[in-house]
């Protein structure tokens, strides 16, 4: 059962940055492709980011592009979403996801393990 925790979330005025961390300690990640999600308070879950399972291949949303950076470190178990420039509009909880294989999605529904969750809250 792969069990995914994030870390990293908290506030920050806008132009700032963050780190998010997403981990699984009791199996490797390295035979899944990750992603990154977030939703707004009234709004709908909505892509971030996604790599593939040897970060070989990296996909973003246009309202990210040349600001957040997705990374992984296989060694480490652990999944990154590196955030710059933060907007207010960029407040939302943000989840990672895995799918079990190489490729990665930009669709939620094609992922079937999920973490719980960070707040990111950017303030003006």
């Known amino acids: 059962q792969v069990q995914l925790v994030e870390s990293g979330g908290g506030s920050v005025q806008a132009g700032g940055s963050l780190r998010l961390s997403c981990a699984d300690s009791?199996?490797?990640?390295?035979?899944?492709?990750m992603g990154w999600f977030r939703q707004a308070p009234g709004k709908e879950r909505e892509f971030v980011a996604a790599?593939?399972?040897?970060?070989?291949?990296?996909s973003y949303a246009d309202s990210v592009k040349g600001r957040f950076t997705i990374s992984r470190d296989n060694a480490k178990n652990t999944l990154y979403l590196q955030m710059n420039s933060l907007r207010p509009e960029d407040t939302a909880v943000y989840y990672c996801?895995?799918?079990?294989?190489?490729?990665?999605?930009?669709?939620?529904?094609?992922?079937?393990?999920w973490g719980q969750g960070t707040q990111v809250t950017v303030s003006s």
């Open positions: 790599t593939s399972w040897n970060g070989g291949r990296s």
């Open positions: 009791g199996r490797t990640l390295s035979t899944y492709a």
């Open positions: 996801a895995a799918v079990p294989g190489p490729s990665p999605s930009d669709h939620d529904r094609d992922y079937p393990y």
